[in-house]
């Protein structure tokens, strides 16, 4: 039976191998670039290493759980948690509960387990540990141009029809509208951005902790893919922040947003950094803008921004271990805000 203990230096090379087996040799490269970065630089890395744990047999390393260790604000209570990222066991060895020791061993370790973007087979093994899936989390879509409705599976004549009837509705929610405050970009978070956090946070559910370095490691450093970030000022105070990126898909040219964090029963903050996100995508080109969005407040202002729901791909779980909860409060996520660049979905 293989033993679980932590991640130490010298199993960097093991865990690349295995890596490289699971995950095939571009994913294995993509993970070596992000490596240092997700994992020694996270502000809330524990004083004694990487939160990542290995399932050895003799010097053999046959499993690997890592996560993302955060602070989780928890109806108004700041606890330890940690999204979990890179699992894996080696192929030879699946279907034989190591997987299983590997879950449980996180779950055991931390405030709050977290669980974002499963795969098949991860959440085959969150059901049988019976989690609370409480996802997915919601996607919406924002049309900018006719491309962004185009049916790959359609023939050109009806994808002309559709764009044809379709036209004079994307043009209306397309339009520019103007900015209610001062919106600009930065390069950096400073300590408004804490006092922001402590200002806003106790809206929420639960709701991962935005503060400047938190911000700073996710949206500024990460090397592996550039953000855009943008502030809204009013009368000089900071009212929020939006994250965004573009990037092309096969079907087209899609600008991301990541993050952000207004007051929820703020809309008029909301609305004016999706305009401030329109402009730019127009500007970049986009055919559309796509969100993912667990608070209900934040949909109804993305609904009245021109957004519409479209299926979500992105599961979702949570058990909360360092206080008690009842089971209630796994029912909505709707007062939660979780998207889309939490844990380390947006790679
Ligand atoms: C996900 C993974 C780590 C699970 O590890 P494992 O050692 O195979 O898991 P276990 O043997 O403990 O399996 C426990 C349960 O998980 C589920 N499960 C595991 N692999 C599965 C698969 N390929 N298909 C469907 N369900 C699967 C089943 O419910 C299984 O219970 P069962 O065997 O009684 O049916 C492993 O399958 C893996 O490395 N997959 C490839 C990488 C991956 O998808 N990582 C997750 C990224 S989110």
């Known amino acids: 039976m293989a033993d679980v203990d932590r991640y130490r230096p010298e199993d960097r090379r093991h865990v690349d191998a295995l890596y490289r087996r699971v995950f095939g040799i571009d994913a294995a490269d993509a993970h070596r670039l992000r490596w240092d970065w997700q ?43 940690a999204w979990g990222t890179d699992v894996m066991v080696a192929p030879e060895r699946q279907r034989q509960g190591l997987g299983e020791l590997l879950f449980r061993t996180w779950d055991r370790e931390v405030g709050a387990a977290l ?29 900018l141009t006719r491309r962004a409705l185009r ?64 911000l700073n490691w996710k949206y500024i450093q990460a090397p592996h893919v550039r953000y855009t970030v943008a502030v809204l000022e009013r009368d000089g105070e900071l009212s929020g922040y939006i994250v965004y990126r573009h990037l092309q898909e096969p079907r087209g040219k899609v600008t991301l947003v990541v993050d952000w964090l207004t007051p929820p029963d703020d809309q008029a903050a909301f609305l004016t950094l999706l305009r401030w996100v329109d402009r730019e995508s127009r500007a970049a080109d986009s055919d559309k803008i796509r969100i993912y969005a667990t608070h209900a407040g934040y949909r109804k202002a993305l609904r009245q921004s021109g957004y519409f729901a479209v299926k979500s791909t992105m599961e979702f779980v949570a058990k909360i271990n360092a206080i008690d909860v009842p089971s209630a409060f796994y029912a909505s996520t709707d007062m939660w805000h979780v998207t889309l660049g939490d844990s380390d979905q947006d790679r």
């Open 151 to 214: 049916r790959p599976e359609w023939s050109v004549g009806a994808n002309r029809l559709l764009s044809a009837l379709t036209l004079p509705w994307i043009r209306l929610v397309a339009r520019s509208r103007p900015l209610q405050g001062e919106v600009r970009t930065i390069r950096q978070f400073d300590a408004r951005f804490d006092a922001f956090w402590t200002r806003v946070s106790s809206a929420f559910g639960m709701v991962v902790k935005r503060n400047a370095a938190y």
């Open 39 to 81: 994992y020694k630089l996270n502000p809330d890395m524990p004083a004694d290493g990487p939160l990542i744990w290995l399932a050895r047999e003799g010097q053999t390393v046959v499993g690997h759980y890592a996560s993302m260790p955060v602070r989780l604000q928890v109806k108004g209570r700041e606890i330890d948690a």
């Open 115 to 143: 669980g974002l973007g499963l795969s098949a087979s991860s959440s085959q093994l969150f059901t049988k540990l019976r989690w609370h899936n409480v996802g997915p989390v919601p996607c919406m879509v924002k049309p």
